[in-house]
């Protein structure tokens, strides 16, 4: 079992990979064999490289990136994350919950998110089909 800390731990670092797109640091977080479910619905990713290619992949369309994350349960969070989207020149926001599974050694085997993505245009397509 791992430590009692070690999910804040890994959390906080976590928060800073994902503020700072920070791959090596993301690297170093998870098991080699780690599982990331973009969405509990969906497949997961397999394995270290695919996962770091996957948020790569995210954290190369968006700058001015703000990561915050909150503890709610054992290896569970509520996170938010906002940036701009540099190609359209548009704000980017997500708020999500995760769940992360971690090994004795305090690496991620498993991380599932929650995410729910909301644009300034997606927001001003609501509120004109609300009027």
Not at 53 to 67: C, G, K, L
Not at 101 to 113: D, F
Not at 122 to 127: F, G, I, V
Request: hydrophobic residues 45%.
């Amino acid at each position: 079992m791992a430590d009692p800390d070690a999910f804040g731990d890994w959390l906080n670092a976590y928060a800073r990979a994902q503020e700072g797109g920070d791959v090596a640091l993301l690297k170093s977080l998870l098991s080699e064999d780690a599982k990331l479910f973009e969405t509990p619905f969906n497949a997961p990713v397999t394995g270290v490289e695919k996962i770091v290619a996957v948020f790569t992949e995210n954290w190369a369309r968006i700058v001015d990136v703000s990561f915050k994350v909150e503890k709610i349960a054992d290896n569970w969070a509520h996170w938010k994350a906002g940036g701009l989207i540099e190609a359209l020149d548009e704000p980017y926001r997500t708020d999500g919950i995760l769940k992360a599974e971690l090994n004795a050694a305090g690496l991620c085997t498993s991380l599932t998110l929650w995410t729910e993505t909301l644009s300034v245009r997606e927001s001003d397509m609501l509120s004109q089909r609300d009027a």
